[in-house]
């Protein structure tokens, strides 16, 4: 399974992004997709994450500005980033864990998010 990001950019606090990662290859049974971030200096964070049944949670950081969804039939998420402030800069990279004959994880390269006036 390979992961592809897409999205990134640069944008004025205030501003909004998309994010998107498409999962290639096979893979079946339950599973979750997320979007983990890691600014300059700090350990890697999730911060938003969705399962195969649709169940999501969020860092309390993001709650009420990013929405976390995806398309079964394309495997692939999507991260609505609205209201962006300087500190949401960060690369954000996409993960797929499936949940099958016990855990495997895999992740995308990342993109960058940077919000700057």
């Known amino acids: 399974v390979q992961l592809q990001a897409s999205g990134g950019g640069s944008v004025q606090p205030g501003g909004s992004l998309r994010l998107s990662c498409s999962a290639s290859g096979n893979f079946f049974g339950f599973n979750a997709m997320s979007w983990y971030r890691q600014a300059p200096g700090k350990q890697r964070e999730l911060v938003a994450r969705i399962t195969s049944g649709g169940s999501t949670n969020y860092a309390d950081s993001v709650k009420g500005r990013f929405t976390i969804s995806r398309d079964n039939a394309k495997n692939t998420v999507y991260l609505q980033m609205n209201s962006l402030k300087p500190e949401d800069t960060a690369v954000y990279y996409c993960?797929?864990?499936?949940?099958?004959?016990?855990?495997?994880?895999?992740w995308g390269q990342g993109t960058q998010v940077t919000v700057s006036s």
């Open positions: 993960n797929l864990v499936v949940y099958g004959m016990g855990r495997n994880d895999y």
